[in-house]
């Protein structure tokens, strides 16, 4: 039982220090071509445009689709390993970024 609190309280611990971001996509741009996170912390994706935008990555550190969505709404991902993670859009292929994810 001891030990079921003690693995318990470590992942609630590294929960707690996870910090999320804003992205958002705006004049068919992300708002940051570059992004340096840690190792558990999320990303949200906000259109911010008039249109849908598609965002997604096929790098190895993190595979992700986030399906197209309108103005206004939001998907978040949260980076679970570390990498670089090249960050496009399925509709604008001119969007693309790089998230940075730190041990």
């Known amino acids: 039982m001891r030990y079921t609190v003690l693995i318990a309280l470590s992942m609630g611990a590294v929960a707690a ?5 804003d992205i958002s996509q705006k004049n068919k741009a992300f708002s940051a071509s570059v992004l340096e ?3 558990g912390d ?4 906000v259109n911010a445009d008039p249109f849908f935008h598609n965002v997604f990555s096929l790098s190895d550190a ?3 689709d986030l ?3 309108p103005t ?3 998907r978040q991902v949260t980076f679970n390993q570390p990498g670089n993670v090249e960050v496009e859009c399925a509709i604008h292929p001119e969007m693309k970024m ?3 994810v730190k041990p």
């Open 17 to 21: 220090h996870a910090a999320e971001f």
């Open 67 to 69: 399906g197209s969505y």
């Open 62 to 64: 993190k595979t992700f």
């Open 37 to 39: 996170i840690k190792t």
């Open 42 to 45: 999320s990303v949200n994706f």
């Open 72 to 74: 206004g709404q939001a």
């Open 98 to 100: 790089t998230i940075t």
